[in-house]
């Protein structure tokens, strides 16, 4: 089919009908006035029209004439000079002041001076009164029509172009009264016909087609032998109302499935715990810094904690185990019972660890859960975060392992460059400082602790020593980039715009 | 994390032997220490496991091992002062321990005083915990007389100048008036009576662990002999700072002596700095690295990290606290092998893969929930008080006892507050605005908090109302394949006749209903919202 055919079986409704007058009439007013279409409808049709490339819309800014609120008055009353000149004319003399029950002040005003100059009236002053009278040139000035009511016989708003002299004389005049005319800045669109659109117009675009297909025409079969119009499928549709999970969960379950593929259990657990089993359970001296209130929130009430289990934290704190020589102070029960956010998912490690047997060997268990540090909400610090959480529980794993792990998943979340440096935690021996480094921004990203829980966990806990991996990792620090943010708190922000439109997570 | 300070000059100095910079930085961070700053000044970040490091003499002695400059432990030689020092019953009840020695011959600058300084004030702050578990004391040797006497008073018979006064206080007003007495008040709140340590004159030196004496406890650049003090409530954390302290100064080259202290008929001698012996198995060392390290290399790594081998024995500086089991050598033979250069393993261990059954339920409400157009938020689980009375709802929530600040102080008790001050922060935006939550939410029972899962829907659009957030309950229950029952109720957050409490299986599970006009104000949201909120653990039990 020749491109000219399938515009045409393109072509919407009110394309159709736009076109119907186009050949004759190519401004907007004018289509408006012959087409009975609303100017909305007219401009989206002439808009679809330009994409097909039928026509070019020319939209250009025009000053125009426009009457003022005595110009309108005038017109349908006559201007105040030709007025005052009928009234002297009717009453042969007159009083000033009777004028003005006549005429309004300023207009008598106005009039009087143009007729005073050129000399169609005569203004005596006797016994304090003033008498106007009408003269001959008067009289004959009475019987033509002046250029400005010429002028204002036009039809407004008027192009500013193309005047005649005498209505260029006319239009200066009346602009330096009050309200009469003045100019006006509009724009003035006009479709300038293409190649195409000419080619176009020669077709015939009466032939009727079928806009929507209806279960009426199904059940009927009237659909068969009718044309259906094409559609315009590069046409602008409006945005449809989509639910979606928020980023971070789906980051979180992206996470989940790593874990999972890996062969590793899920663990979870209360948000509230006891200091026991998030401090004292993984051998955190009760006098050390991150027990202080600056660095953990408590909670009110209570922990019910089972007496055995204490009994032997309290033993390997005070006094360690065979080869340990343990912390060497006083355990308070009363310490252990305080409630607190939990203030890592290692709490959960701690529980889970001390429900093994040996005969359950090896385990893995995996959490992603919110912890808690009592800090200040800024720009890289919240107080409510997540913690990836990971132990393998197995007579035989080690250190590399432990580094295995952590590339393996590392290598799913996007990251090719995994390295662990030294570091300090109560309850694991040797520890290690989880970075990934991260290319866009060249640099490496401090993620979060690992290593191998210490004997004094694990003996206590499982009763044995075993070797243990354990890792806890940050969350938001791979969030934030992924995302193009900058803030940690954009996280919680909960801006529905940003929300809906923010990019899918997708490794 | 503690950081120390000190001049590049000084460490290369204790080096001794001139060290390529750019290596020195990366062997500094290799070694488990954070360089911070390093051009006339060095700043380094020093784990709280290793308070021997706190100091630019403990430090570069760890570094110069791990360099190679020298191996193995560095003997330090104790001499027999002679003295000895006398211990009182009294101090039982408040602060029963000390741990002293001399150190002679040293040329104390302004350099030397402020390292000086700065390793007591590390070691009170981190290893010390405030000077609770150890505060230290060092005084001129040529202004006291010996015996020294460590004794408790009752606090208005301790009459003394104390450091930075010009006058002499009591034990009481110390607390009461002094800036380092009242810092540290709480450190002897409520004792009877007050330790001091006196000399044979019967000089007051110092009042552990507040301050010691303008007259006779300060050292300056004529001092040359020194006696240190460490006073607490564990002999042997107290030994351990001591010798820190003693082999830093001997650093310094001071020579370090002995003395007696009397504890009763017990008779102690401090500092011992005979190295401490542990056993340490290669196949222990080898199956916890994963590496087959040979005896000649696990010794040469040791070496590194300043220790000996003696035997199967490792022979431990006198001055590491933090040696408790033969892991804690493990971890030093890893640093001196290089975390970079362990080679990563992914282990072949089989086990079966499991998500929690509630863990997935609740996926499976946020995909029902997704499917139905709504966008998911996320709040935080700490909450303000006041949102209380926005909803008109006043319920008792969890108390956090330490919060930052008011905003923040509450665990919270529903979510729908939650979803409400969403929606009012965005008002700005384009409506409709259908949103959930799927969070916990936190109740007291006696001395128990009680957590549970729910999930809640908010619809804020031109024609929200009780019928539009009913379907999405009644749906969701035919996707679950359950029936429910639901009954009037009353709820000032709800406009009356439009809120009602759901059961299924004949538990109550839910609320649903249209929000209060007034509660919409309170909230400044110009938009009709009605919402559900369904406890999804209580759920989870009845199904």
Known sequence: MAEIDKLVKKLHPLERKVLKVLPKYKNLEEIKEHSELKEVEIMRALQWLQNKDVLKIKKDTETKIVLGKNGEKYIKEGLPEKRLLEILDKEKSMELNDLFKKLERNEVNIAIGLLRSKGAIEINKANKKTILRITNTGKTLLKKETLEENFLKNKFPLSNKNLTPQERYAYGALKKRKDIVKEKESITVNAEISETGKKLLKKDLKEDYVDELTPEMLKKGSWKNKKFRAYDIEAQVPFKEYGKKHFQNQVIEYIKKIWLELGFKEMQGSLVQSAFWDMDALFVPQDHPARELQDTFYVEGKAKIDKKIMEKIKQVHEKGTEKSKGWDYNWSEKEAEKLLLRTHNTVLSARTIAKLKKEDLPQKFFSVGRVFRNEVLDWKHLFEFYQVEGIVVSENVNFRHLLGYLKEFYKKMGYDKVRIRPAYFPYTEPSAEVEVYDENRKQWIELGGSGIFRPEVTKPLLGFECPVLAWGLGLERIIVPYFNMKDLREINKNDLEQLKKIKRFME | ?543
């Open chain 2, 1 to 543: 994390m503690p950081v120390i300070e000190f001049e590049k000059k000084e460490l290369m100095k204790y080096l001794g032997k001139k060290t390529d910079e750019t290596e020195l930085k990366e062997k500094i961070s290799f070694l488990g220490t954070d360089l911070e700053k390093f051009d006339e000044t060095v700043k380094v970040e020093i784990f709280p496991n290793r308070p021997d490091m706190l100091s630019v003499q403990g430090f570069s002695r760890a570094l110069k091992t791990f360099l190679g400059i020298e191996k193995g432990i560095k003997e330090y030689n104790v001499k027999s002062s002679g003295r000895k020092i006398i211990i009182k019953d009294s101090v039982k009840e408040v602060r029963p321990f000390t741990a002293c020695a001399i150190v002679k011959n040293i040329k104390f600058d302004d350099e030397k005083i402020k390292e000086i300084m700065q390793m007591q004030e590390k070691l009170h702050i981190t290893y010390g915990r405030n000077r609770k578990k150890i505060a230290i004391g060092i005084y001129p040797m040529e202004k006291i007389k010996f015996p020294i006497t460590y004794e408790a008073r009752s606090p208005e018979k301790i009459m003394f100048v104390p450091l930075e006064s010009s006058r002499e206080m009591n034990g009481k007003e110390i607390l009461e008036k002094h800036p380092k007495g009242k810092d540290y008040a709480h450190l002897l709140k409520g004792k009877e009576k007050f330790p001091i340590f006196v000399d044979a004159n019967k000089q007051i030196l110092s009042m552990p662990p507040i301050i010691n004496s303008h007259t006779v406890g300060k050292i300056d650049s004529d001092t040359k002999d020194v006696f240190i003090e460490c006073s607490g409530f564990n002999l042997n954390y107290l030994k351990k700072a001591l010798n820190m302290i003693v082999c830093n100064l001997a650093d310094m080259n001071g020579e370090i002596y002995s003395l007696k202290l009397e504890y009763g008929n017990k008779k102690v001698i401090t500092p011992e700095l005979k190295p401490e012996k542990m056993k340490l198995e290669p196949d222990y060392i080898n199956k916890i690295l994963g590496l087959s390290l040979n005896k000649e290399t696990i010794k040469r790594l040791l070496e590194k990290m300043g220790y000996n081998i003696s035997n199967n024995d490792v022979l431990i500086p006198a001055y590491r606290t933090d040696i408790l089991h033969p892991i804690d050598l493990i971890e030093d033979i890893a640093i001196a092998y290089g975390y970079d250069n362990f080679e990563a393993e992914l282990p072949r261990i089989d086990t079966v893969a499991e998500e929690m059954k509630f863990e997935k339920f609740k996926r499976e409400i946020r995909d029902f929930m997704v499917g139905n157009k709504l966008i998911e938020v996320k709040n935080f689980q700490l909450v303000s008080e006041n949102r209380n009375e926005l909803t008109k709802c006043l319920i008792d929530k969890v108390k956090i006892k330490n919060p930052l600040s008011e905003e923040y102080s509450r665990l919270r008790g529903w979510l729908i507050p939650s979803l409400l001050k969403n929606l009012s922060e965005n008002t700005h935006n384009d409506y409709p605005q259908n949103i959930f939550e799927i969070g916990k939410i936190f109740k007291k029972k006696i001395d128990e908090i009680i957590e549970n899962d729910r999930v809640a829907v908010a619809l804020c659009n031109k024609k929200s109302n009780f019928t539009a957030v009913k379907q999405i309950f009644q749906s969701l229950m035919l996707d679950l394949d359950l029936k429910f029952e639901i009954n009037e109720t009353e709820h000032p957050s709800f406009i009356e006749g439009r809120v009602a409490r759901v059961s299924v299986n004949g538990k109550d599970v839910a609320y649903i209903g249209e929000i209060n006009p007034e509660v919409l104000q309170n909230y400044k949201i110009e938009m009709p919202v009605s919402v559900l909120e369904l406890n999804l653990s209580e759920l989870f039990e009845v199904m």
